[in-house]
């Protein structure tokens, strides 16, 4: 056996660093979404980039599947290990290196996760701003390029990754990028690196971009009539190119769903929750010029957040809807769409959603990052109902399939893992046998992450 | 010779689009700066996409080189075609295709340039950002990943490139990303295509992010006594997050020959050149916080362009400066530099390469994007005097290892072509092999643009 060959000399390598138990294979073979286990065959727990490269390296030698660990809240599956092999988790690198404040960038190791990285951040005045809700690890964040929340204004792992430090599916280490805030020295491989699941390489260090911390801060909720109403005040507020540093649409099933889980009170309609930053000037003049438009469209008064407990608050409550809507089924389990559509788009994309789901045998609250055309169904079904199951599969299907009709991606934020691997062909045609070149000529073996992001033979 | 194989086949295909006429070879196989010539055996005039498949497919089958040509702006020999071969010249291939408003996007071809491209685009309200000076096309803008001026606000056609179309080295025509402002699906071959000087494949095709008009915009200058006040006044307000438009440094040389070459008036010492976009609120409280700062380091009161002619013509004497600084000097030619560093090391990159120029037998003014820490040594030699010629490269030299030794890059915006070759091995270590490894599977007859971005075998 390969595997058992890579797992002798592994555990020869890092003793009691590499695990066999029953429990460390369980908790790395579940993922946070529908999807069945699939359990690695080992987990390692690797202290640094050389220790990384020696394991990959080893499981190169023996063909023995390498998957990367961050913090395991990947909703697609990403970390599944479908063809065994060695599970790396990054737990035991999870520093900050360096933060230099001159140049607003921070240095650290991929297993940090981002709520840890802000509080080592707090005394510096900066902050990291890719907020995708969920406390994910930096490393697996860049690995499926995740955005979230404050993408609008900030932009998405893509924007805010300067530099890495890689280990290849050979065990060599390369770094891309450099510390320059822009380059034109020939291919980007840190944008190449970033989204690719673990499939090209792992990442073993990122240099990522900070932002100061906004002189002022105003949060806010609206309620709407309808969802439409909503949705048009957040496409008109981006035409007018007024700097939302958050706008969230939730619909009221969502909102349902955060009253009971939350213990809050917002009134059971559809809502927007908003976020402003800048100078006292700014955010004033922000505020008002969305107040007006919302106004337009039917909006409710501002209920303001303005004391940073109740920012806090209000955010949590945010990054909570996933288990707030999986609560509100007994012993649910989900299938999360993720389509990312034009804006242009985006009005019609959430009706004929809202419309397909009504026929649906099942319920599947809608809310999303609908600044940027992102938007996500929580398809609820229980585990063992098939016909739920096969009804929310068949919606999801469609759901992705009119975003690439739109013009837009079935994953504006969460990857492909195993979730989106059907629907790769369709939206990129031949871009993907592209795609399956790349990967082919830099993981020859197929080793790192294999099932994932490109064809399989 | 398989180079005249194909050049019959194409003169079938293309009949007098397909061009040997001594001028036309000439014209494509001269460059800006100081690169001997290097002439194409033919040069191909193309309409559509379909025909360059047709032309790269011919290529391919006879082993031709194929180099890319749009307004031929380049300041590092991108478009010498250093083994012959046919120059595809995208001059028919200059449309815009759709305006999109509610989207902000705009389609087009690779051949229109940047300023007709706004000039098509000024009823719509919007305007496409990314300025480098140089009347450039957009195909070769993307495929140098160039920035210029705007890029402190704007960013870099890194981040305003959302989708291409490109054909491959084998014929087979792609498209990259989607109508989508984000995406998690799959490696991002539109970044990995923008930068790839036309090595990978040639864009035929681009969507690009568009920007709404500002409701207000001020333009002023600034000087100062020292370079290191001025430029220290650009790294503290980066570091406030003033969202400047534009904040360009230009040494006393520099000003001289903007003096003499557009018959301006400025005083004769380092100046920093700034604009401002926003609304009329926060365009002056912009102006007051910078104004602020340039105070503290010494600079003069603002000198402002308020009216839009003067604005232009602000902007036209910074973006001539180039030629400006060649007028200078009877009969020179020019070495460009185009380091980037990080922010906290421009000062001292300055100030090293400064004293570095002050030392050497030739002029050389200073100028840059310095918000991005981007400066060029514009460095001035008679052709013919062998020695000047050896002394600029020298410089020129290095100043590019003193940017790699700050952990910056050789190229900010002007890309690898023939001058920056000589440094990849040293940027990037085992990552240009990785780059060298994607050339090969995606253009293994080494057909796109030979010689250039990745080792030579």
Request: charged fraction near 20%; proline fraction near 4%.
């Given at each position: 056996?390969?595997?058992?060959?890579?797992?002798?000399?592994?555990?020869?390598?890092?003793?009691?660093?590499?695990?066999?138990?029953k429990s460390d294979l369980s908790a790395h073979g579940q993922s946070e979404a529908h999807f069945d286990p699939s359990f690695p065959d080992a987990v390692a727990y690797p202290c640094n980039?050389?220790?990384?490269?020696?394991?990959?390296?080893?499981?190169?030698?023996?063909?023995?599947?390498?998957?990367?660990?961050?913090?395991?809240?990947?909703?697609?599956?990403?970390?599944?290990?479908?063809?065994?092999?060695?599970?790396?988790?990054?737990?035991?690198?999870?520093?900050?290196?360096?933060?230099?404040?001159?140049?607003?960038?921070?240095?650290?190791?991929?297993?940090?996760?981002?709520?840890?990285?802000?509080?080592?951040?707090?005394?510096?005045?900066?902050?990291?701003?890719?907020?995708?809700?969920?406390?994910?690890?930096?490393?697996?964040?860049?690995?499926?390029?995740?955005?979230?929340?404050?993408?609008?204004?900030?932009?998405?792992?893509?924007?805010?990754?300067?530099?890495?430090?890689?280990?290849?599916?050979?065990?060599?280490?390369?770094?891309?990028?450099?510390?320059?805030?822009?380059?034109?020295?020939?291919?980007?491989?840190?944008?190449?690196?970033?989204?690719?699941?673990?499939?090209?390489?792992?990442?073993?260090?990122?240099?990522?971009?900070?932002?100061?911390?906004?002189?002022?801060?105003?949060?806010?909720?609206?309620?709407?009539?309808?969802?439409?109403?909503?949705?048009?005040?957040?496409?008109?507020?981006?035409?007018?190119?007024?700097?939302?540093?958050?706008?969230?649409?939730?619909?009221?099933?969502?909102?349902?769903?955060?009253?009971?889980?939350?213990?809050?009170?917002?009134?059971?309609?559809?809502?927007?929750?908003?976020?402003?930053?800048?100078?006292?000037?700014?955010?004033?003049?922000?505020?008002?010029?969305?107040?007006?438009?919302?106004?337009?469209?039917?909006?409710?008064?501002?209920?303001?957040?303005?004391?940073?407990?109740?920012?806090?608050?209000?955010?949590?409550?945010?990054?909570?809807?996933?288990?707030?809507?999986?609560?509100?089924?007994?012993?649910?389990?989900?299938?999360?769409?993720?389509?990312?559509?034009?804006?242009?788009?985006?009005?019609?994309?959430?009706?004929?959603?809202?419309?397909?789901?009504?026929?649906?045998?099942?319920?599947?609250?809608?809310?999303?990052?609908?600044?940027?055309?992102?938007?996500?169904?929580?398809?609820?079904?229980?585990?063992?109902?098939?016909?739920?199951?096969?009804?929310?599969?068949?919606?999801?299907?469609?759901?992705?399939?009119?975003?690439?009709?739109?013009?837009?991606?079935?994953?504006?934020?969460?990857?492909?893992?195993?979730?989106?691997?059907?629907?790769?062909?369709?939206?990129?045609?031949?871009?993907?046998?592209?795609?399956?070149?790349?990967?082919?000529?830099?993981?020859?073996?197929?080793?790192?992450?294999?099932?994932?992001?490109?064809?399989?033979?």
């Amino acid at each position: 056996m390969f595997i058992n060959a890579a797992i002798e000399a592994l555990t020869t390598m890092l003793g009691d660093r590499l695990s066999l138990s029953k429990s460390d294979l369980s908790a790395h073979g579940q993922s946070e979404a529908h999807f069945d286990p699939s359990f690695p065959d080992a987990v390692a727990y690797p202290c640094n980039t050389d220790e990384v490269s020696k394991i990959v390296k080893t499981c190169a030698q023996h063909h023995c599947p390498v998957v990367g660990y961050g913090a395991g809240t990947s909703l697609e599956g990403h970390t599944l290990a479908t063809r065994g092999g060695i599970t790396i988790d990054f737990r035991n690198m999870s520093q900050v290196l360096a933060i230099n404040r001159a140049d607003m960038t921070v240095c650290v190791q991929p297993g940090i996760t981002r709520e840890t990285l802000n509080e080592d951040l707090r005394a510096s005045g900066l902050f990291f701003p890719v907020d995708p809700g969920a406390n994910a690890s930096l490393g697996g964040m860049a690995a499926t390029r995740a955005s979230g929340t404050t993408a609008v204004r900030y932009g998405t792992m893509r924007d805010n990754v300067m530099a890495l430090e890689i280990v290849l599916a050979d065990g060599r280490i390369i770094r891309t990028g450099s510390g320059a805030r822009k380059s034109s020295a020939g291919y980007d491989l840190t944008a190449l690196m970033v989204g690719s699941e673990g499939t090209l390489g792992l990442i073993t260090e990122l240099t990522l971009k900070l932002q100061g911390q906004p002189e002022a801060i105003a949060a806010a909720t609206c309620a709407f009539v309808t969802i439409d109403a909503a949705v048009e005040a957040v496409t008109t507020t981006i035409a007018m190119g007024i700097p939302m540093a958050r706008i969230e649409f939730l619909d009221a099933a969502s909102v349902a769903a955060v009253n009971a889980y939350s213990k809050a009170n917002f009134p059971v309609t559809p809502h927007l929750m908003v976020e402003f930053h800048g100078s006292d000037a700014s955010v004033a003049e922000q505020a008002e010029r969305f107040g007006n438009i919302a106004q337009d469209f039917g909006g409710s008064a501002f209920s303001w957040a303005t004391k940073p407990e109740e920012r806090t608050r209000l955010w949590q409550m945010r990054h909570h809807v996933y288990w707030a809507i999986l609560s509100s089924k007994k012993g649910a389990t989900a299938i999360v769409t993720d389509v990312c559509v034009p804006i242009s788009k985006l009005a019609q994309a959430i009706a004929e959603t809202q419309a397909d789901i009504d026929l649906a045998p099942i319920s599947a609250p809608i809310l999303g990052h609908v600044g940027d055309g992102n938007f996500h169904a929580i398809l609820l079904v229980t585990p063992e109902n098939s016909h739920e199951k096969r009804a929310a599969l068949d919606l999801s299907e469609r759901i992705a399939n009119r975003a690439i009709a739109f013009g837009g991606t079935v994953t504006g934020e969460h990857g492909i893992g195993l979730g989106k691997m059907p629907y790769m062909a369709a939206e990129h045609g031949m871009g993907w046998d592209v795609m399956g070149q790349i990967k082919k000529t830099l993981d020859p073996l197929n080793i790192m992450n294999p099932g994932k992001v490109v064809r399989q033979n």
